[in-house]
Every structure is written in C-alpha cells, then in structure tokens.
C-alpha cells in the first residue's frame, strides 16, 4: 500500500496530512467534521471519545456562544491542529463585529455572546479573531469547508 501527502491548511500556514491509498487504488484520508460546539465542552469530549480513528479534524465553526467553558473548549479547538473555519459566534465572541451589529441573533444568543466575551482571556480572543471565514478548500475543488453558506458565514439556511 503506497501513501501521499496533503497539504492541508493550518493556520500557521500549511501542515502534512497523510493518505493511505486503499485496495480500490484511491487514497483515503479518514476525516473527523465537527461544527457548532458552541462551548459546550462535555459535549466536545464525548465526540472526540465516541470518534473512529481521524487523521485530520475539519471544524466547521461556532466554537464558542451558549455553554459555560469556552476558554477550555478554544484550547481543546486549537489542539487538534486542524482546519477551523469561523462561525459567526466566533465572530461575534471575538469582538470581530460589535453585539448590535448582527441583527439576527437572538436576544439569548446576544447575552451569551457578551458573557463569553466577558470570560475569554486574551490569548484565545486572539486565536478567534483569526479564524478563516471560509470557504477553506482543503483538498481542492471538490471539497469545500464552510460555516453558514460559502458567500456568507452567517446565514443559516441556504436555499
């Protein structure tokens, strides 16, 4: 069985992802998506306990909003040294936009928002506010990692 390497980008810039070529002459690259984890971190622990075996994690945004840890669930994002495309909370939490700029949040999100930029420290806040916002293609044209809709990031239904 041969092997190829993927140029996958990082946010340092690129990083090597291996690829096994399987019995079908394709080469194939166990992925893990994960999106919307909203700083929920039990709940990010239990996917990352419950997932097969990934070579490399696409994480599709939202990281944070809504749950109580979103220091260490940016810490544990950060980690899986994958590709991250921002979420409009990230956006949002990160102070990338202001909290009466989005109109479409509601007023729970919109509370949420401000707790979590209250509790983010600095380091993380920078993390997030350096987030791609998508579209990352990560291999090519035939896949595309998105938060939202590939021209917008905050909507939320695509037609």
Not at 52 to 66: E, F, H, R, S, T
Not at 105 to 134: C, E, M, Y
Request: aromatic share 6%; glycine share 10%.
């Amino acid at each position: 069985m041969s092997q190829m390497q993927f140029q996958m980008p990082d946010h340092g810039g690129h990083r090597s992802v291996q690829a096994e070529q399987s019995h079908h002459g394709r080469f194939e690259m166990r992925t893990l998506v994960i999106s919307d984890i909203h700083s929920n971190l039990q709940a990010l622990e239990a996917v990352l306990a419950a997932a097969p075996q990934y070579d490399v994690v696409w994480n599709l945004g939202d990281i944070v909003g809504y749950g109580a840890n979103p220091n260490e669930v940016v810490e544990l994002a950060r980690n899986l040294n994958g590709i991250v495309v921002r979420g409009n909370h990230d956006r949002l939490c990160s102070g990338a936009m202001q909290l009466g700029e989005y109109l479409n949040f509601n007023g729970l999100a919109l509370l949420a928002a401000g707790w979590t930029q209250d509790v983010l420290i600095k380091k993380n806040v920078k993390w997030l506010s350096k987030l791609h916002h998508g579209p990352i293609r990560p291999l090519g044209p035939q896949v595309l990692c998105v938060h939202g809709a590939p021209k917008y990031e905050d909507l939320r239904d695509v037609p």
